[in-house]
């Protein structure tokens, strides 16, 4: 098991320069960012990531969940080598 302790600006940097997210806007201390499917048109997500130093580990399942992730480990596992 990996690491699970990201900061939110560490989990928009992988989800916006290597999972295809954009960063729409920032409302607080919260992005928001946009996905939409290169080829499939009804797959379009939101998620909202806490910029926080540290992300607690619901707040993190929750935006794996958003974003689509299948397996929360695997999910971890990739931020982690992407940070």
């Known amino acids: 098991m990996g ?3 990201f900061s939110g600006r560490e989990v928009v940097t992988v989800l ?3 999972g295809g997210f954009e960063w729409r806007r920032t409302t607080g201390d ?3 960012l946009y996905y939409e499917h290169p080829t499939n048109d009804a ?3 939101w998620v909202t990531v806490p910029l926080h ?3 607690r ?5 929750e935006i794996a969940d958003s974003a689509g992730a299948n ?3 695997a999910f971890c ?3 982690d080598r992407n940070a």
């Open 3 to 5: 690491r699970r302790t």
């Open 71 to 73: 397996e929360f480990d």
């Open 53 to 55: 130093d540290e992300l």
């Open 30 to 32: 919260h992005a928001q």
């Open 16 to 18: 916006v320069n290597t």
């Open 57 to 61: 580990t619901g707040t993190l399942r």
């Open 43 to 45: 797959d379009r997500r």
């Open 77 to 79: 596992s990739w931020i």
